[in-house]
C-alpha cells in the first residue's frame, strides 16, 4: 500500500502560502499556492486537479517541489532553449551601421530599410536574421520606424528663390487698403 502523503500545513506554512496568494508578482507561483492551499484544507488531490483545471501529476509535482524547496519551489524554472543568433558582436555592428548613412558603405540609396538592413549584416558578419527578429532588436536599441521626408531643397534655383522672397517682403510692406466705416447695422434712436 502505498505511503499516504501528508498535506496539512503549520501555521508559519499557511502563512507563507497565503502571502504567496496574495502578492507574489508570478501568476504560477499565485496559482500553484493555491493549489497547495486546497490540499491542506482537506481537498482531495483529483478533486483540486478538476477544479483548478490541471493534471493529477501537476498536483502531486507542485505539492512536493512545495515540500523541498518552499515558495522558490513553485516557481518556474529556467528553461533551455536555442541560442539567440543575434550574439553581441551583431548587436555592436547593428548599432554602427544604424549610426551611418548607407551611402557610406557604397549603396546608392540613403535610407535603411528592414530588408536593405538584412542583407547587408548578414554580408557583413554571415549571420541571417528573420524581418521580425531584427524589428526586435531594433526596438530593444530604442530604433523606431519613420517615413523619411522628401526635401526638394537640392532641386530649387536658389537665386530665383531669393528673388520670390524679396518680392515677398516687398508685397507685405505695403499699406493695406483703407477698410470702411460703412455698416448694414446701426443702432435705434
Not at 68 to 76: K, N, W
Not at 101 to 109: A, C, I, N, V
Request: charged share 30%.
Amino acid at each position: 500500500m502505498p505511503k499516504r502523503i501528508n498535506y496539512q500545513l503549520s501555521e508559519a506554512e499557511q502563512a507563507v502560502i497565503k502571502q504567496a496568494m496574495r502578492s507574489d508578482r508570478r501568476s504560477e507561483v499565485r496559482q500553484r499556492a493555491q493549489v497547495i492551499r486546497l490540499l491542506h484544507l482537506g481537498k482531495k488531490p483529483a478533486e483540486v486537479a478538476e477544479v483548478m483545471a490541471i493534471s493529477l501529476v501537476s498536483v502531486y509535482g507542485w505539492h512536493k517541489r512545495w515540500r523541498t524547496e518552499g515558495v522558490e519551489g513553485l516557481a518556474d524554472k529556467p528553461r533551455s532553449g536555442r541560442p539567440p543568433l543575434a550574439t553581441a558582436e551583431y548587436r555592436t555592428k547593428l548599432a554602427e551601421v544604424m549610426s551611418r548613412d548607407p551611402s557610406e558603405f557604397g549603396y546608392s540609396f540613403t535610407v535603411w530599410t528592414l530588408a536593405r538592413l538584412l542583407a547587408h549584416l548578414a554580408k557583413e558578419t554571415e549571420i541571417t536574421l528573420s524581418e521580425d527578429t531584427l524589428r526586435t532588436l531594433l526596438k530593444e536599441q530604442d530604433y523606431v520606424y519613420r517615413r523619411p521626408k522628401h526635401d526638394l531643397k537640392p532641386l530649387q534655383d536658389q537665386a530665383a528663390k531669393q528673388r520670390a522672397l524679396e518680392i515677398l517682403e516687398m508685397l507685405k510692406k505695403k499699406p493695406l487698403p483703407a477698410r470702411s466705416n460703412y455698416s448694414l447695422w446701426t443702432k435705434r434712436r
